[in-house]
Nanobody, 123 residues
Framework: VQLQASGGGLVQAGGSLRLSCVAS????????MAWFRQAPGKEREFVAGMRWSGDSASYADSVKGRFTISRDNAKNTVYLQMNSLKPEDTAVYYC?????????????????WGQGTQVTVSS
């Protein structure tokens, strides 16, 4: 089982990025998927998540209205579209997965993790 996150980079405040996370070795359509982030010196925090059924999404208050999570089961991929980026969004972003689940807003229930992709937003 492997989750491969990509799409991070350096962007100016107000800009956009789209993160991708490709799953392999796993039945992707059965997975609840989520994005977390971790800034230096801070704990890993929930950003966005989507149930395995894809019928609902959850967001942290800090990103509501700016970030959108989506999934393409045909491509075994979950995306995080990030708009109106702020310097406080700077962090390493991780994708996470859990079988047949609702979205959890804390890290411990998730079974699988990607390696992380760095997002840096300059002011």
């Amino acid at each position: 089982v492997q989750l491969q996150a990509s799409g991070g980079g350096l962007v100016q405040a107000g800009g956009s990025l789209r993160l991708s996370c490709v799953a392999s070795g796993i039945t992707f359509s059965s997975l609840a998927m989520a994005w977390f982030r971790q800034a230096p010196g801070k704990e890993r925090e929930f950003v966005a998540g989507m149930r395995w059924s894809g019928d609902s999404a959850s967001y942290a208050d800090s990103v509501k209205g700016r970030f959108t999570i989506s999934r393409d089961n045909a491509k075994n991929t979950v995306y995080l579209q990030m708009n109106s980026l702020k310097p406080e969004d700077t962090a390493v972003y991780y994708c996470a997965a859990k079988y047949f689940s609702s979205t959890y807003t804390y890290a411990s229930p998730y079974d699988y993790w990607g390696q992380g992709t760095q997002v840096t937003v300059s002011s």
